[in-house]
């Protein structure tokens, strides 16, 4: 593992010019029968292939709609609406990075857990029923940092695991 | 049912979804969210105390669910969690991980349980 990812922390999400660069990818537009079609169009009127893998994550998280009641035996009810709508955009953003989920599952709470992990570096991104957003990195299980979602922490948290030395021609 | 003490070494059991959905990573591992409590765990989170009970009965159906075992002591080692039996009608194994279990204490939890192999369950 490469020590520069051991060190980052809280304030490495702090300067001011991601915002600028990042701010068509989080509003990209979001095309309601994305599972069913193939590329999705950003603000920029960039026009990305949605690959197959996410095609089949955005799949599997409609069918969480349709989950039973009581589906983890402890009483859990279905993901709402808002953290289904919310994690498919996500997915969405992901299509331009062409970066696949590991594990995509309901939380008890009505929420949604979209994880990316290279190694034993992990991405936890939830979205809960109050359409808020969190993003949490670990290695293994310890947890580095924890912020509310934004466009800010969505792309530093992606760079924080995808190309943590900031020397990558192509992680984007 | 009179209310048990929970040692140190008593194990506790919690169910954990392993068919849709599906809560075990690709690397085998298992997600720390087998341990988040829903909006209705104003209490604690529910588990049952091993002794009281057998993993068979716990694990309710083994093609759905599957099931980890983590010591009382472990749950005490995390900070401001406790562990206390708490039985319910049908259930007189029933007991309560209590404190608030956050996203950080959640990941000691799981690092500190143990799976129970599923043939063991069937």
């Not at chain 1, 709402?80 to 062409?98: A, P, T, V």
């Not at chain 2, 409590?37 to 309710?60: N, Y």
């Not at chain 2, 759905?64 to 969690?81: C, T």
Request: net charge negative; hydrophobic share 35%.
């Amino acid at each position: 593992m490469n020590d520069s990812v051991k060190q980052i922390n809280e304030t490495d999400f702090g300067f001011g010019l991601v915002a600028a660069a990042t701010g068509s990818l989080f509003a990209a537009a979001i095309n309601k029968s994305a599972s069913e079609n193939s590329t999705v169009t950003f603000s920029e009127s960039k026009v990305v292939a949605i690959p197959e893998k996410i095609k089949s994550a955005i799949s599997k998280i409609e069918t969480y709609r349709d989950l039973p009641a009581n589906w983890n035996g402890y009483g859990a009810n279905p993901p709402s609406e808002n953290s289904i709508r919310n994690s498919i955009d996500f997915l969405l953003r992901l299509s331009k990075k062409q970066r696949i989920p590991s594990l995509i599952i309901p939380t008890p709470d009505e929420g949604i857990v979209i994880e990316l992990q290279e190694d034993d570096i992990r991405l936890e991104f939830l979205f809960l029923p109050d359409n808020s957003s969190e993003v949490s990195g670990y290695i293994g299980n310890d947890m580095k940092f924890d912020h509310r979602l934004s466009e800010t922490t969505e792309y530093c948290s992606l760079k924080w695991l995808f190309c943590p030395d900031g020397n990558c021609n192509d992680w984007e | 049912m009179e209310i048990v003490t929970i040692g140190n070494d008593d194990f506790l059991l919690r169910r954990f979804p392993l068919a849709h959905p599906n809560y075990i990573r690709p690397d085998g591992s298992i997600s720390s969210f087998a341990y988040q409590p829903s909006s209705r765990d104003i209490d604690g989170l529910s588990v049952d105390l091993e002794k009281l009970t057998t993993p068979k009965v716990t694990v309710q159906d083994p093609n759905i669910f599957g099931l980890l075992k983590i010591k009382g002591g472990s749950i005490r080692a995390v900070p401001d969690l406790d562990c206390v039996h708490n039985p319910v009608d049908g259930n007189d194994a029933h007991s309560l991980i209590i404190g608030k279990i956050t996203k950080s204490k959640k990941n000691q939890l799981i690092d500190a349980s143990e799976r129970i192999p599923q043939a063991e369950l069937i």
